[in-house]
């Protein structure tokens, strides 16, 4: 179950993660709201997984696929490039999302 609660925490990460540029700077309402309950919610997600997971998993994968799921969001929502040597990275990092996800069982 900690598996599930970790991914979770990591698509709210991505939530909140594109909510800032919604924000406007903190200066819009609704996205600056939207983004500060998307902020907890990941992270007391994280918290509850971590109960059981070790901490460096759990934290590598959060990150991992806050900022895969961040980096496409980016590249499909602001059209931000999508270069090869990009995509390659991000390949790279879901590797390693699988990687540790496959070593802690």
């Known amino acids: 179950m900690a598996w599930?609660?970790?991914t979770l925490a990591g698509l709210f990460e991505i939530g909140w993660a594109i909510g800032l540029k919604y924000t406007e700077g903190f200066t819009r309402l609704v996205p600056s709201v939207l983004t500060g309950i998307s902020m907890v919610i990941s992270v007391v997600l994280l918290g509850i997984?971590?109960?059981?997971?070790?901490?460096g998993t759990g934290y590598a994968v959060w990150t991992g696929?806050?900022?895969?799921g961040t980096a496409l969001l980016g590249i499909y929502l602001f059209g931000e490039p999508a270069t090869a040597m990009r995509l390659v990275c991000i390949g790279l990092i879901v590797s390693g999302i699988?990687?540790?996800k496959l070593a802690s069982g």
């Open 49 to 55: 997984a971590l109960k059981t997971l070790p901490v």
């Open 65 to 68: 696929i806050g900022t895969v």
């Open 4 to 6: 599930t609660w970790l």
């Open 98 to 100: 699988l990687g540790l």
